[in-house]
């Protein structure tokens, strides 16, 4: 995971991710070591332990504080701030695993601690090394630890700790390493469990060595520390306690520093406790029939499943910071548009049988980041059925059944979960990948009412334009300013993709998952150049890069997303944004362009409507009233207010049943011609 922030350096990190780009540089680094005769074992945290919650929450929270400063910068200046205030685009650790397989590469998704599982596997195979950013790999007693941070890809040097050459220098054995770590507190001894302890190792080795004062205050703590347990020793003189009783320390502090140093033991470590995460609680067990249990964990360490896994094997998922404006009051937070999505998603993994409606099925532990929540305790979801003409069906028959009828309740099971099941009949028509689109964004448009006409067709025209563009391409597009609201809708984006994967993943894939990887589907740096123009007024040509047959593809999405609105009571409103002044040139930088005036503030707010109250209200008041279907003000203009009807009829005469393109099971996107960037 450590990796993440050296692979993502493209131009632009707040519009939602370059991820064409993305991948061109994971395959570079890859073909870099492979070129080598290195061979290449990539690990991703597939869990947050019980025990590793709060400190979770602490960065969550701490991050929160920089995406609102990303967003103060941006409403200030029309642009991305400086490299101190960087942010991953959201979705990065969710889609890179499937970005690496998709390369070739060997990808394993944990089970319990990542390090853990990292530091095993490298010990068993005798790997060359773990390059990571962790100290804890050096008080593993395994491969050498490898700085990540200090690799220069070009000549492939980096920094090597050597734990053996450490505890010569400190005096220590490599046995001794997992109580220091703990004594200077970790993951699950925390620094004020043993502050106590440490704070008496300093008073005794600063009056031992009147130099130490002119070390740094922590060098003078892991140093003193260090003595400390350089003179522990069991009663007979061998170090064969965890915890020697010569450390004064209570009975609970004693257990606590045990499952510490235990957390470090590897396979052949002596002995060990570990508790896999897929024996939960035997609630979320009964639920499911065992071969699903076995192809979900199975799923999950191979890295080809999301969601799906932590659901059904311990009833909890969690999200983490997305790029969210806390100051629009307009746009709801992904964790919450996407909610009714989840629930369905749980209801197709847990409810079956006659019990599928039950009031006492087991709530699922939410731990999703967004403004407002301050995680003091997990938001407890209960799974809804999704709602099908034959039924809840089985995941039995979703999973490992065959032939037609199972496909089509499989895709039926899939558009259940965003409430579009009449796009069957678009499926064989148009690409897998605008299908998946198609779902989203009518999904979106059915959740947030504030969602204008114009940026439907800012997400469309994207998703039409995307994949005729190469890298090279997207990278080239210029952008005279940036949008907070558009910032915020990229993000909304690539949320969703991720539901897409889930909610396909629990449905037994009826679409193949490439086909709803980002780099297929999205670039933010061509979403908010769509945003601006679609703001802007142009016409459709113009948006859809003057090329027919986008121009052609997207009325027939627009009529289809239309369509659908309509029989739910949903009419959109035509509302162009744009900024009202000038925005202020930031410190070595440049002002956006200057815009007409169109009723907004710098940065895409268009101050009233809210989603929350202020004045510290709690912010689920406004949301019935706001954001339940019908709560519009006015019908406005409809999506046809730009074509005639018989434009439109002509643009969408297009061939039936299933595309020229061959699609195998897992065939990627076709490639399309290439026209010039917008």
């Not at 018989?646 to 969408?652: A, G, P």
Request: glycine fraction near 8%.
């Amino acid at each position: 995971m450590c990796c993440l922030r050296h692979w993502y350096f493209g131009k632009d990190w707040v519009c939602g991710g370059q991820w064409k780009e993305y991948v061109d540089v994971l395959r570079s680094w890859v073909e870099t070591f492979t070129s080598a005769g290195i061979r290449l074992v990539f690990f991703f945290d597939g869990v947050v332990e019980h025990q590793k919650r709060q400190e979770w929450v602490k960065r969550r929270l701490r991050v929160n504080k920089d995406v609102s400063k990303v967003f103060s910068h941006i409403r200030k200046y029309g642009e991305q701030p400086g490299k101190e205030l960087f942010c991953l685009p959201s979705g990065l650790a969710t889609f890179t695993p499937f970005a690496l397989r998709s390369l070739g590469q060997e990808v394993f998704c944990s089970v319990r601690e990542a390090d853990y599982e990292i530091a095993s596997y490298a010990r068993q195979h005798d790997s060359m090394g773990i390059l990571g950013q962790d100290s804890d790999y050096i008080i593993y007693d395994s491969a050498p630890y490898l700085s990540v941070a200090k690799l220069q890809i070009n000549s492939l040097t980096t920094v090597m700790y050597d734990r053996q050459k450490l505890c010569t220098t400190i005096g220590l054995a490599v046995t001794q390493l997992p109580l220091l770590a703990c004594l200077l507190g970790n993951d699950v001894v925390s620094e004020e469990h043993v502050r106590q302890i440490r704070n008496s190792a300093v008073e005794t080795y600063r009056r031992a060595s009147p130099a130490a004062y002119s070390r740094a205050p922590h060098g003078q703590v892991v140093l003193a520390v260090t003595r400390l347990v350089s003179t522990l020793r069991s009663p007979d003189g061998e170090q064969t306690e965890f915890v020697p009783w010569s450390l004064n320390a209570p009975v609970p502090l004693r257990d606590l520093l045990k499952k510490g140093i235990s957390s470090y033991l590897l396979p052949g470590q002596k002995s060990f406790e570990f508790v896999d995460v897929s024996a939960s609680p035997a609630t979320f067990e009964k639920l499911v029939s065992p071969e699903i249990l076995k192809a979900c964990r199975e799923k999950h360490v191979a890295a080809e499943g999301f969601m799906v896994y932590c659901v059904v094997c311990a009833g909890v998922t969690e999200c983490s910071n997305s790029l969210e404006d806390e100051e629009d009051e307009e746009l709801l937070p992904q964790a919450l548009v996407y909610r009714p999505c989840r629930q369905r998603i749980y209801g197709l993994l847990l409810l079956h049988g006659p019990d599928a409606n039950s009031l006492e099925n087991p709530a699922i532990r939410e731990w999703f980041v967004y403004p407002g929540n301050p995680l003091n305790e997990p938001e407890m979801i209960h799974p809804v059925p999704i709602n099908i003409s034959c039924g809840h069906p089985s995941l039995d028959v979703l999973w490992f059944s065959s032939g037609p009828e199972v496909s089509a309740l499989r895709l039926t099971a899939f558009l259940s979960v965003f409430d579009c099941v009449e796009f069957s009949e678009l499926f064989g028509q148009i690409e897998d990948s605008l299908l998946g689109a198609l779902c989203l964004i009518t999904y979106v448009v059915l959740q947030v009412q504030t969602l204008s006409e114009e940026d439907v067709d800012a997400y469309l025209s994207q998703a039409v334009c995307q994949r005729l563009k190469s890298s090279p391409e997207l990278q080239q597009i210029k952008l005279p300013l940036l949008s907070s609201r558009a910032v915020q809708l990229g993000s909304l984006y690539v949320r969703g993709i991720s539901h897409l994967l889930g909610a396909n993943n629990a449905s037994g894939c009826p679409l193949p998952s490439a086909a709803l990887m980002p780099w297929h589907v999205f670039d933010g740096r061509l979403f908010h150049s769509k945003y601006l123009l679609a703001h802007r007024g142009v016409e459709k040509h113009e948006l859809l890069d003057d090329d027919p047959s986008c121009l052609s593809q997207f009325l027939l999405l627009k009529e289809k997303l239309v369509e659908t609105c309509r029989k739910r009571s949903r009419a959109l409103q035509s509302r162009p944004r744009a900024p009202e002044r000038s925005l202020s040139p930031s410190p070595g930088g440049s002002s956006g362009e200057d815009w007409r005036q169109r009723g907004e503030t710098a940065g895409g707010h268009q101050r009233g409507w809210g989603w929350r109250e202020r004045r510290g209200q709690n912010v689920y008041k406004s949301r019935d009233r706001m954001w339940g279907r019908g709560g519009h003000r006015g019908r406005g203009q409809d999506f046809y207010s730009c074509h005639s009807s018989e434009d439109m009829s002509r643009c969408l005469k297009l061939p039936r049943g299933r595309s020229n393109h061959c699609r195998g099971r897992y065939q990627l996107a076709p490639r399309w011609p290439h026209p010039s960037a917008p």
